[in-house]
């Protein structure tokens, strides 16, 4: 039978290329915002934070932007290799609160 | 560091039956989450620990969920009966702090669980 759930966007790129990933999250008051990344069979793996007071912050090939004015994160993976291929979740959390997962994006990266 | 410890990997069961899904979260974080992934429904927090303390747990879908810190070191989460629809995947993570504030969740491999 047809299968049912969520469909995830899908970015491709060719290795070497940057990619960015966008997110747009729902509580305004959010004050902390993580991405994850996660391979097949594993669990998600952190890869960057952000907090609030911030708009940009830059890790090793990765950046993540922060614009609250419009509720949206974006994560840049510079130089783009195949082991990037992998699905994207941003999450957003206000202090206290739970940690809130987006549906994901799915990462190729074409050789 | 080993990171979050969950067993087993895989848990095939009949319908009716008891399941166990066991978590050891890294050495030092006092707060301990359990979530659900499926493909309808993504990831989805079930219920957290923090200092052993079950803080929230508005998202066990029923009662027959259950989950246990009897330790800083070891957590369960339990399903009896197991119905075919709790097939899933089910993560460990665990962090430094209250809740999720200003810290990272660190995951395990996750349990994938089959109900027949």
């Known amino acids: 039978g047809e299968s049912v759930g969520l469909h995830l966007p899908t970015l491709s790129v060719q290795e070497g290329d940057n990619s960015i990933i966008n997110c747009a999250y729902s509580n305004s008051a959010s004050d902390y915002f993580i991405w994850y990344k996660q391979e097949s069979g594993k669990g998600p793996q952190f890869i960057i934070d952000?907090?609030?007071?911030?708009d940009k912050r830059q890790g090793q090939r990765v950046t993540v932007l922060l614009n609250k004015t419009v509720k949206h994160l974006s994560l840049q993976i510079a130089a783009t290799q195949p082991g990037d291929s992998a699905v994207y979740f941003c999450a957003e959390t206000k202090y206290g609160n739970k940690l809130v997962f987006g549906a994901g994006t799915i990462l190729r990266v074409k050789s | 560091d080993a990171g979050v410890i969950q067993s087993p990997r895989h848990e095939v069961t009949e319908m009716g039956q008891e399941v166990t899904l066991r978590c050891k979260p890294i050495?030092?974080?006092?707060?301990l989450f359990w979530y659900r992934q499926t493909m309808m429904r993504g990831l989805e927090l079930l219920i957290y620990?923090?200092?052993?303390?079950?803080?929230?747990d508005s998202g066990m879908p029923e009662d027959r969920f259950s989950a246990k810190m009897p330790n800083a070191s070891f957590s369960t989460l339990k399903i009896q009966p197991s119905e075919p629809r709790d097939s899933a995947v089910y993560f460990c993570?665990?962090?430094?702090?209250?809740?999720?504030?200003?810290?990272?969740?660190?995951f395990g491999n996750g349990t994938r669980l089959t109900v027949t």
């Open positions: 952000i907090r609030s007071n911030m």
């Open positions: 993570a665990s962090s430094l702090g209250q809740g999720s504030q200003l810290s990272p969740l660190h």
């Open positions: 050495s030092g974080h006092n707060s």
């Open positions: 620990f923090n200092n052993n303390v079950p803080i929230d």
